[in-house]
């Protein structure tokens, strides 16, 4: 009996990656107003997010779809308010790439927007904002795209979650099973995000 409890004990304490495998064939447009990002310097940026994953034991790949495009929205290089940020979002690409973020669900500073899921009505499924500083990070591109998936973030004041709520870093790459299984899932398949502030 004893053999057999701690067979199951340690059963739960290495969970296996969700079975399946998902791959995200992301668009990306960047304000004509902000400096360039390369297609090169796009393909490295999700082949390094693809590897946060895989690192997570979580088989999502991001790959680049066709060349950088370029959008010309009146007044939106830096969002400051809740109808530039629509706008932006309305861009058909699945990343847009500002200058600066100072609205996103609420008034503030922002390296990245995905909120809110369910609204405008004319984006793709996956519609994400970046600044042009956050963009050569990869993985604020899976962060963001995680909260499309409907993931919220993670409490706490831990970093190492790639769904952290504080900044997130290079060594923000932690997923778990649950936040896996939604990102195989596809876009609001875990419904809409709770918004959750870092706690300093």
């Known amino acids: ?13 290495i969970w296996p990656a969700p079975a399946g495998s998902k791959t995200y064939s992301l ?27 895989r690192t997570a034991q979580c088989n999502v790949r991001f ?3 066709g060349d950088i495009g370029r ?7 830096q969002i400051t308010t809740e109808a530039q940020r629509d706008a932006v979002h309305n861009v058909k690409a699945n ?13 503030g500073e922002f390296r990245g927007c995905a909120f809110p899921t369910d609204q405008p009505p004319g984006p793709p499924e996956i519609s994400i904002i970046l600044t042009r500083n956050e963009a050569s990070l990869a993985n604020r591109w899976a962060h963001e795209v995680g ?3 409907g993931l919220s973030h ?4 831990d970093k190492k979650p790639l769904m952290t709520a504080c900044a997130v870093e290079p060594q923000s790459v932690k997923l778990n099973r649950n936040e896996c299984k939604c990102f195989l899932e596809g876009p609001l398949s875990c419904g809409k995000p709770e918004i959750i502030r870092c706690q300093n």
């Open 1 to 13: 009996m004893k053999t057999i409890l701690t067979i199951v004990f340690a059963g739960l304490l």
């Open 27 to 53: 668009t990306v447009s960047v304000h004509k107003d902000v400096a360039d990002l390369t297609r090169n310097e796009a393909k490295a940026i999700l082949k390094r997010a693809s590897r946060i994953m």
């Open 63 to 65: 790959t680049l779809d």
């Open 71 to 77: 959008f010309d929205v009146p007044d939106t290089k």
């Open 95 to 107: 990343v847009k790439i500002v200058d600066k973020i100072g609205f996103c669900f609420a008034p």
């Open 147 to 149: 909260h499309r998936m």
């Open 154 to 157: 993670r409490q706490g004041r």
